[in-house]
């Protein structure tokens, strides 16, 4: 099972946009409704910030939001602020074989 | 407060056999999943496998499917991720996390258990 694609790095300035895009297969994204994003901070736990490709758990602010459109799921985090600067992967159900997949990880960069 | 504490850090040998653990705490252990993801060094994460604490539902990633066991004891809230003979291949950072489903996000996560192995 191939990893889902990733972006390798995007950037963006404190207060500026930026969307992370995951794509994968019809086997996968596109084909159940069960994408999750985690940010992960050097030496640390990875942390779910968003489930079931566009909710959030408590305490995750509302500037992180998910989306999906055909095999591509999306992260955009709006309002971007330094302590949003971190690796974000995807992760999505695949079916009964294969069950989950993660992407290869975005690094993002806040200038 | 739900938890996931994880054994600490292991330097092993090739070839040698090795069991780390991840115990919940917070939560009713037998009702949720426990999923085990590996983190190789400077790489990206990797879904391993989850098990189901309440009747020992155990599934794999064909990737990691042979190349260890995941079990678990509810009576003390415990899951393992196990290995009968470690590669240097091994050598990576292993974290445990809770899943409602299997389907479900990763709520929550274990601080990670750093397998080093080396001749």
């Known amino acids: 099972q191939s990893a889902l694609t990733q972006p390798r790095s995007v950037s963006g300035s404190p207060g500026q946009s930026v969307t992370i895009s995951c794509t994968g297969t019809?086997?996968?994204?596109?084909?159940?409704?069960?994408v999750s994003w985690y940010q992960q901070h050097p030496g640390k736990a990875p942390k779910l910030m968003i489930y079931?490709?566009?909710k959030r758990p408590s305490g995750v602010p509302d500037r992180f939001s998910g989306s999906k459109s055909g095999n591509t799921a999306s992260l955009t985090i709006s309002g971007l602020q330094a302590e949003d600067e971190a690796d974000y992967y995807c992760?999505?159900?695949?079916?009964?074989?294969?069950?989950?997949?993660f992407g290869g990880g975005t690094k993002l960069t806040v200038l | 407060e739900v938890q996931l504490v994880q054994s600490g850090a292991e330097v092993k040998k090739p070839g040698e056999s090795l069991k780390i653990s991840c115990k919940g705490s917070g939560y009713s252990f037998t009702t949720d999943w426990i999923g085990w993801v590996r983190q190789m060094p400077g790489k990206g994460l990797e879904w391993m496998g989850i098990i189901y604490p309440g009747d020992s539902d155990t599934r794999y990633s064909p990737s990691f499917q042979g190349q260890v066991t995941i079990s678990a004891d509810k009576s003390i809230n415990t899951a393992y991720l196990q290995w009968r003979s470690l590669r240097a291949s091994d050598t990576a950072m292993y974290y445990c996390?809770?899943?409602?489903?299997?389907?479900?996000?990763?709520?929550?996560w274990g601080q990670g258990t750093l397998v080093t192995v080396s001749s």
């Open positions: 996390a809770r899943y409602s489903q299997i389907t479900a996000g990763g709520d929550y």
């Open positions: 079931d490709v566009t």
């Open positions: 019809s086997s996968d994204v596109g084909g159940y409704n069960y």
């Open positions: 992760c999505s159900y695949a079916g009964s074989y294969n069950l989950k997949v």
